[in-house]
């Protein structure tokens, strides 16, 4: 059976967004995975959403949102993309659960296509499309080469890895399937 806690909270979360943007409780809110959406059977605490302060349960009636430091969501951020790959049921790691980090997304260049996928679903600007380096172009095969070659040669970077919070979004958003999330130690 798949798990829809995610998708749930994430649509949830959606509608919350939008009706305090309507309400104009803040100039305009971020998507963001929902790092407490956990499933049912999982024994961890909820973490607290990057996107807000404190959730809407947590406020006193009354009392408008604030934003966090981390609230800022990267200029590329793209909102429908990003809640469609949420919605995915076989989206790895930890729902955006994890400690800065402890994963690392890997791009494989020999796949990447420099589409910006990738940076267009990332809450926490992990992704940057540009131009391959010399030692990675070099390092592929004549075939990938070419492939790398007829789309510009941009590729994926990550130059912010170490902010990855593991939600998986990049996985399964990216069209080559050309990322993957590694447990760091």
Known sequence: MPDT???QSVLGQSRMIDRVVRDQEIPSAPFTCMPGAASASENRA???SPSFSESESERA?????QRSAMSESPPSLNREKARRAAAEPKRPGERCGAEPARWLPIVDHARCEGKRDCVE???YSVFEVRRID?????ALGLRSRLKVSVHGR??????NADSC???GLCVVACPENAIRLERVG
Request: hydrophobic share 25%.
């Open 121 to 123: 679903v990332c809450p």
């Open 154 to 159: 941009q590729s994926a970077y990550t130059p």
């Open 61 to 65: 009636p009354g009392t408008k949102l």
């Open 46 to 48: 909820p973490a607290k």
């Open 165 to 167: 919070r593991a939600c």
């Open 5 to 7: 806690t995610c998708a």
């Open 134 to 138: 010399d030692a990675d172009y070099k």
